[in-house]
């Protein structure tokens, strides 16, 4: 008799995980949280660029270009020096530092290029409409890869091999490729740089993908109210006031307000256990401190070392699986190709 | 009739054809021009560190440290930053460039990784026996990596995954990572980069290897006696007097003046026509140029314009195939690990 209870016992216990793990998933997808479909045609709909549809040829040109440093005046900064793929996408310093070792001149951090592609707008600023426009920016930034359009294109029309691959991509054999083009096929390749992680199969229904505390932290990061700006694909990619009810410790590190009615990008939490430091400035090394910050600044409640703990055991479930980069063997320059530049 | 004297003709021409082409790869090994061995057991035995055996796991740990920015002070720069594995394993500038954007005080150039290990000795200057050696020094360095050991042990022990991987690499359950170990993985990755060409191919047999104008660069490279320094599986790696006989026209940028008997290490020519700029203090950007200059300086002898044309079509058949390398995806920093340092 004793095993038929045990087993009663079991059956019951199930049901009741069962029920309680289905009420969490629906008030997850309630509360505005959504997966990175598991269909690949699912998540082309949500990744592609109807304007410049992806294709393999474009992502290959792309990723080339993603690694080359050549772009960058000095001949030594390329997309992936601030946004590496192999450290989460970000380059661990607090504000990015480019070209003759200059800090961004706001403090701002660099944010991670994997999962950009969910993010409503790019920049902290949110001025970047798409992830094609934005990668305009650094390559002609001072402080960063600090090249002229003129040095993009003198640079990739001194290639044959690159000027083969865009004609290529784009069946064009009179192609001339232009700056626009190699920050096109840069942004394409961001796009396929998305990573889907135990929380999206959690979503997708299968409840032994996340532990007991995982589901913890994550009714916890529900009901503190995180959500209200950490939801959708990215848990983040929207504008938001910040602060928006308390002070900001660290306000004082650089001179970033915002955009002109002082709304900031929610940075996206998916890998956040690998993008430190965190927040705009990057004054903050732990997410512990992140995560208490946030509850007092954004939404005035205090979130308790042990709530931070479960929350930061939820956030674990959000690293992700990151596509499979073979290193790019780049074509030669040749003597009509500029010289870098240090100065 | 005139079909039969066609087909005598052809096998006829076959046959001088035949003997020329092994006349050209006798003289080519007596030379001293050594292929890379195309059996893996023979490769081994050359790139193989004895007192510290190569094997996969290494290998593996070894490119997932060259690739990592924290062994560096700033957290910014890697072996890769100057070795570039995308572009023939060098920077394409001048005077390597590393902490607070600081150019190489002797305004030396960044050899190329590839082969590098067909060396027989490391550095310009030749003061390092092997890539294990080699290692130690620019992770040190203050204008390039910047660290000091113990940074370099602190980031790999705070660590966990690259401890377990030394642990595993090494079988010793106890081992706690030290610079030195840190260092001779990194030498062990790159032993493993070497690129074999067509030229290999040719050294080994195969007539139809080479085009008829890379076989007449190949005989003027000979008779013209480059190969007295560029001989070897490296095309290069010993130690030379340089300038040997005339003057060297750039000799004004930097101070270098080799080891203390003004020996200077010759550089491998194995993917040469990507490894611009030439020389050690990277002041000549053409090859042609360079092959011009290093009949003055090292042979006493004129090299035409029709010539260094010829060499510089041979030289494209010592372009070979690189090693396939995933990009890694390395361990998160954790609290503990130190953070970057940009001053």
Same mark, same amino acid.
Request: net charge neutral; hydrophobic share 35%; proline share 6%.
């Given at each position: 008799m004793k095993k038929m209870v045990v087993a009663i016992g079991a059956v019951a216990l199930m049901g009741i995980s069962a029920v309680a793990a289905d009420a969490l998933v629906q008030k997850a997808k309630n509360a505005g949280l959504k997966p990175i479909p598991e269909s690949k045609s699912e998540l082309y709909k949500l990744i592609d660029n109807p304007k410049n549809r992806i294709t393999d040829a474009k992502v290959e040109l792309g990723k080339k270009l993603y690694f080359d440093p050549r772009l960058s005046k000095s /001949?030594?900064?390329?997309?992936?020096?601030?946004h590496n793929l192999a450290t989460g996408g970000?380059?661990?310093?607090?504000?990015?530092?480019?070209?003759?070792?200059?800090?961004?001149?706001?403090?701002?951090?660099?944010?991670?290029?994997?999962?950009?592609?969910?993010?409503?707008?790019?920049?902290?600023?949110?001025?970047?409409p798409d992830l094609e426009d934005q990668a305009? /920016?650094?390559?002609?930034?001072?402080?960063?890869?600090?090249?002229?359009?003129?040095?993009?294109?003198?640079?990739?029309?001194?290639?044959?091999?690159?000027?083969?691959?865009?004609?290529?991509?784009?069946?064009?054999?009179?192609?001339?490729?232009?700056?626009?083009?190699?920050?096109?096929?840069? /942004?394409?390749?961001?796009?396929?740089?998305?990573?889907?992680?135990?929380?999206?199969?959690?979503?997708?229904?299968?409840?032994?993908?996340?532990?007991?505390e995982e589901k913890e932290g994550l009714k916890i990061f529900i009901d503190k109210g995180c959500v209200s700006c950490h939801n959708g694909v990215a848990l983040g990619g929207?504008?938001?006031p910040f602060p928006a009810v308390g002070k900001y410790k660290y306000a004082h590190i650089g001179d970033f307000k915002g955009d002109k009615n002082g709304m900031v990008k929610v940075p996206t939490l998916r890998n956040v256990l690998?993008?430190?430091?965190?927040?705009?400035?990057?004054?903050?090394?732990?997410?512990?401190?992140?995560?208490?910050?946030? /509850?007092?600044?954004?939404?005035?409640?205090?979130?308790s070392d042990k709530e931070a703990e479960k929350i930061k055991t939820f956030f674990g479930a959000l690293t992700g699986k990151k596509p499979y980069v073979r290193y790019p063997m780049l074509p030669p320059s040749t003597d009509k190709t500029p010289k870098p530049d240090l100065n």
């Open positions: /001949g030594l900064i390329s997309c992936n020096t601030c970000v380059d661990g310093v607090d504000a990015a530092t480019g070209h003759k070792w200059t800090a961004n001149p706001h403090h701002l951090n660099s944010p991670t290029v994997y999962n950009a592609v969910f993010a409503q707008k790019q920049f902290w600023d949110g001025r970047s305009q /920016g650094p390559i002609q930034a001072a402080p960063e890869m600090a090249a002229t359009k003129e040095h993009v294109e003198k640079v990739i029309n001194s290639i044959p091999e690159y000027v083969k691959e865009f004609k290529k991509a784009y069946d064009n054999p009179n192609m001339k490729p232009t700056f626009k083009d190699v920050a096109d096929v840069i /942004g394409i390749f961001e796009r396929t740089l998305v990573t889907p992680s135990r929380f999206d199969k959690y979503l997708a229904g299968c409840d032994k993908a996340l532990s007991k929207s504008m938001q690998e993008t430190r430091p965190y927040f705009h400035n990057g004054a903050v090394w732990t997410i512990e401190e992140a995560i208490k910050i946030m /509850g007092e600044t954004q939404l005035g409640v205090k979130i």
